[in-house]
């Protein structure tokens, strides 16, 4: 597998489907990418099956067989993360409404069983990518079936408990999460899409529902780089970035303005936490012409950019001041990379960039 020396680009993209949904056609795909990685779910978000190690298998010979690339199992907080249920009912299933709005706020105390789930999830998703020679896993912190989780006040009034008692206990979490990793795959790279620590100055001003505190899935990242320090360990913790740069720039002036107001913010947790590292995430479109939905708002409505071929600088720009930059093919680009004929509309621009570094040597 690839090593890390230069900076490491990662694909995300929910049209992968899931690990076990992998084959010789999806794979050989891959293999075509101009990225190092491809990010795979583990399970989907909503999966609440139970798994064991042995149900990946086949998977993990397939990948050790025909991966040219780093397939990256990808879990997701929301495992442990409870729906109202008005919200819930939306859900397809009806033990998916049941298993969720179950759940008060967050599972933090297994009352459920929810978190013993995402702790399994978790250490065969290590599993995985060290069978498989991936560097490292991929956590999605989106608490998609309910916004409402990432307050602090909120799942203590749910749990019933004060807020210092559930920071206390997601910081808990996130310490185990940590002794898993060291027992299961040290040394490997979290790559978390976004970790909440880059969002403002003081870092304590990030929760859009509450003005005094983390969101509730920072504590959890928190508590992980808290307790790999205090072990030495040998996790590398990746910053991704989503919450704070967000995936879309207006030009590469915006781009550089951007990175340096983020990497201001970051600094102090950088400084305080050995094992944490800086990386970025950006999404493209072909035709400015073709964007549909959230694409058409914010930044990403008032970009300049208008083809491909104008993002090249970017991709550049990014791999030049971070060693992690993640792409997030997004549907309303649109970006299908497992589609041949709109992934040749983005893959030759990617490669360029790619070769450009490869041939030059310059990294961060």
């Known amino acids: 597998m690839n090593s890390m020396v230069l900076p490491y680009l990662l694909l995300v993209a929910f049209t992968s489907g899931v690990m076990q949904q992998l084959d ?24 609440i099956s139970k798994y064991s190690e042995q149900d990946f298998e086949r998977s993990i010979q397939l990948v050790k067989q025909h991966a040219d690339k780093d397939i990256w199992p990808w879990v997701f907080m929301e495992r442990f993360i409870g729906s109202p249920q008005q919200s819930a009912e939306a859900l397809p299933k009806n033990a998916m409404v049941e298993y969720y709005t179950k759940i008060k706020g967050m599972d933090l105390y297994n009352q459920t069983g929810a978190l013993d789930d995402f702790f399994n999830l978790w250490r065969i998703a290590l599993e995985v990518a060290k069978e498989t020679g991936s560097p490292g896993i991929v956590l999605d912190h989106e608490a998609y079936g309910n916004p409402l989780a990432y307050d602090l006040n909120y799942v203590a009034r749910e749990q019933g408990k004060s807020a210092d008692e559930v920071e206390r206990r997601l910081q808990e979490i996130g310490a185990r999460l940590l002794d898993i990793v060291d027992e299961t795959y040290p040394g490997a790279v979290i790559w978390c899409l976004d970790t909440g620590l880059d969002r ?8 859009p529902w509450a ?20 072990k030495h360990s040998r996790v590398i913790v990746v910053s991704g970035g989503e919450m704070s740069l967000y995936y879309c720039y207006q030009s590469l002036t915006d781009l550089r303005n951007s990175v340096r107001g983020r990497n201001e913010k970051l600094a102090p947790a950088l400084a305080s936490y050995p094992n944490l590292r800086a990386g970025a995430p950006i999404s493209l479109w072909y035709d ?8 058409l708002k914010g930044k990403c409505g008032s970009s300049t950019l208008s083809t491909i071929n104008d993002f090249e600088p970017l991709i550049s720009e990014l791999l030049h001041s971070y060693n992690y930059v993640w792409i997030y093919a997004a549907g309303a680009a649109p970006y299908s990379p497992f589609d041949p004929e709109n992934a040749a509309h983005y893959h030759g621009a990617i490669g360029d960039v790619m070769n450009t570094l490869r041939s030059t040597g310059t990294h961060q």
Do not use: C, H
């Open 24 to 47: 010789l056609q999806k794979l050989g795909q891959i293999n075509s990418f101009p990225y190092r990685g491809v990010a795979v779910p583990l399970v989907g978000p909503f999966d």
């Open 288 to 295: 400015a012409k073709l964007r549909s939905g959230w694409m």
């Open 211 to 230: 003005a005094a505190e983390y969101r509730t899935v920072t504590y959890v990242v928190e508590g992980l780089l808290t307790r790999a320090k205090e």
């Open 200 to 207: 403002d100055i003081p870092a304590r001003r990030l929760n």
